[in-house]
């Protein structure tokens, strides 16, 4: 079985080929950096614009690179929310259009559910498994039970982990996209202890009961410092500093969240093989790597992240979660809408504050 997977929720054009042999035969993906670059941030039309452009010709050369052709393909799956709703349009319609011409099932597919079944397309993981979604719109941690089955056991009652490193790292004076460049600066430090001490940073919701997590304190906390720095243009190494302390503050935070969770989940679910997995953008950051499998082994499970290429929007992970909802009858009708809001557990309980971000 062969699937094309569609990828247009942010500001990468993605198109993927994959197997129901977990074969990913093709994942092209093209990165708008240069385009939002001059924003700061991702502009909403020009994303849209931009895939409209690419996406054919990326659509093209998935299918060579898979050395396949449209009659080849047993279903088109696109994602088809959450995201920039004009983003997703181009998207979705092109995946329609595909499945109507050539007569093959359309599949929409949640853009975190991607996430959530990438460990499965690379690891062939076991449900159920403890699932830490990071990445810049959405940090949950949820219980994976079954394709298409979640249970949401926190969410971030503000910002996300993502937006907090790029809103962090654009107080900074860093270059956009923020999270990976505060990361490199990160690793410039010479002296964590002297880092953590001189900048000293809050761990909003450590050590409280529940899962839910809390970041626009921290955001703020990295302003004060930065606004404290001399006058003039901001030094290498106070930066380099105030990244190291920020980054292993973040990681501090999601292990001890996670840590109420994996309690919960060891007394709540058998699986053959405990696993925690990190999956989103934010989960390519080095630190916060290290800071959970640490966690994992003291509770005797095992962690699982993502292969860097496939941590960040790509439509591998949509033309998987298609190809799993497939195999078990699922598939969409024509009249599917796109939903810039889609949460993958939508009988959770509603968070104060939470709002689309739940």
């Keep these: 079985m062969n699937i094309l997977g569609i990828e247009t929720s942010c500001d990468e054009t993605s198109a993927s080929v994959v197997n129901d042999k977990r074969e990913i035969l093709s994942n092209l993906v093209l990165s708008q950096l240069k385009e939002h670059e001059a924003f700061g941030g991702v502009v909403p039309e020009i994303a849209a614009r931009a895939h409209m452009e690419h996406l054919d010709t990326l659509i093209k050369g998935a299918l060579n690179d898979a050395d396949l052709t449209f009659d080849d393909l047993d279903g088109v799956a696109a994602t088809c929310g959450p995201g920039l709703i004009g983003g997703v349009m181009v998207g979705m319609m092109a995946g329609k259009a595909i499945a109507a011409a050539k007569d093959i099932p359309f599949i929409a597919v949640n853009h975190l559910e991607g996430h959530a079944l990438t460990p499965r397309l690379t690891d ?14 959405h940090t949950q941690i949820l219980v994976a039970e079954d394709v298409g089955k979640y249970k949401r056991w926190g969410t971030t009652l503000d910002d996300a982990a993502g937006e907090c ?8 004076g860093l270059p956009y996209p923020g999270g990976p460049n505060l990361e490199k600066m990160a690793a410039k430090c010479t002296d964590p202890e002297k880092a953590t001490k001189s900048f000293p940073l809050p761990l909003p919701m450590k050590g409280r009961k529940g899962y ?27 930066i380099a500093d105030l990244s190291y302390a920020f980054q292993a503050t973040m ?29 989103g953008g934010v989960s390519a950051n080095s630190s916060i790597r290290e800071a959970l499998t640490a966690l994992a082994a003291r509770h005797d499970m095992s962690l699982y992240a993502p292969p860097l290429e496939l941590c960040s929007d790509n439509a591998a992970m949509i033309a998987w979660a298609g190809l799993e909802r497939l195999q078990k009858g699922l598939q969409d009708g024509f009249d599917f809408k796109a939903h810039p809001r889609w949460p993958l557990d939508p009988d959770a309980a509603p968070r104060q504050g939470a709002g689309v971000k739940a």
């Excluded at 062939?124 to 719109?137: D, V």
Aim: with cysteine; hydrophobic share 40%.
């Design 165 to 172: 490193f790029d809103k962090s790292a654009k107080l900074m």
């Design 212 to 238: 839910d997590f809390s970041f626009s304190g921290l955001k703020t906390a990295v302003r004060t410092h930065v606004e404290k720095l001399p006058v003039g243009d901001l030094q290498p190494d106070d």
């Design 124 to 137: 062939n993981i076991e449900f159920p498994y403890l699932l830490l979604l990071i990445s810049g719109g």
């Design 251 to 279: 990681a501090e935070v999601l292990s001890n969240r996670c840590e109420n969770a994996i309690h919960d989940f060891l007394k709540q679910y058998t699986a053959k093989t405990p696993t925690l997995v990190v999956s």
